[in-house]
């Protein structure tokens, strides 16, 4: 694997995962669609490559994006098997389910912790 995700074990105390597909439900159509975006592909490019913590809040990211716009995309993720969330009182952590990925659709996150975003156009 390229993209040498950290698989860390889960903490003893952690709460129960949210809602999310089963391994063997993941559908490459689905994985892809929650990636189509280059914001949600950078949350999940982000979480691979920084391994220090088991999860991570939609915070720590600094998107600069509303609260809501941030809970649909982790959503979509989530929904998608992409990410697993889980929530600690008031806020969702959330990592990569690299076994899961990796095992279904091999390649694909190394895909992931290898691309680079388009630059953002400038004004002419």
Known sequence: MAHNA?????????PEPLPEPA?????????M??????????????????STEFDHTCGWFGLGQP?????????????????RQRQYGLERRS????DD????????LDLVAAWTPAPAPTDA
């Open 33 to 50: 669609g929650a990636l189509s975006t280059p914001l949600r592909m950078g949350i999940v490019r982000t979480l691979l490559l920084d």
């Open 101 to 108: 990925l990796d095992h279904r659709f091999p390649g694909l």
């Open 6 to 14: 950290v698989v860390r074990p889960v903490p003893h105390d952690a």
């Open 95 to 98: 990592h990569v389910r690299v």
């Open 23 to 31: 391994a063997g439900e993941l559908r490459l159509e689905a994985v």
């Open 67 to 83: 609260k809501s716009s941030l809970t649909h995309h982790f959503r979509a993720l989530r929904e998608a098997g992409l990410i």
